[in-house]
């Protein structure tokens, strides 16, 4: 494989593992009773509307359908990609669901 081809390769894989990265946020907000859109709003305020989340959206699946997403799991992948602002409104909601419980 040519080094051009390669580069494209591992471009294509990224995007990829982002898209299901954005996947499972968005999944795993309706599995929460949280709008995706409204959760990431709140850690990039400034930022435009984000066409990948708005797909993503489109693929949840109710609650009731879906499997769960562990939070660790969650936010480790959010961690993965650099996206530590999502992932501190993340452990806001995560921490006030757990003092709902109490």
């Known amino acids: ?15 990829r ?3 299901m990265m954005i996947l499972i946020f968005a999944q ?17 305020p400034n930022q435009e ?7 993503a959206v489109e693929l949840t699946v109710p609650k009731e359908e879906a499997g769960e997403i562990p939070n660790d799991t969650l ?7 650099g996206n530590e602002d999502l992932a501190f409104v ?4 995560i921490d006030k669901k757990r003092k709902e419980w109490l």
């Open 75 to 81: 936010l480790g992948v959010l961690s993965l990609f």
């Open 49 to 55: 509307t984000n066409h990948e989340l708005a797909q």
């Open 1 to 15: 494989m040519d080094r051009k081809r390669m580069e494209d390769q591992m471009i294509h894989n990224y995007q």
């Open 28 to 44: 795993w907000c309706v599995n929460h009773d949280l709008n995706p859109v409204e959760v990431y709003k709140r850690a990039y």
């Open 90 to 93: 993340v452990t806001e909601e």
């Open 17 to 19: 593992d982002e898209q």
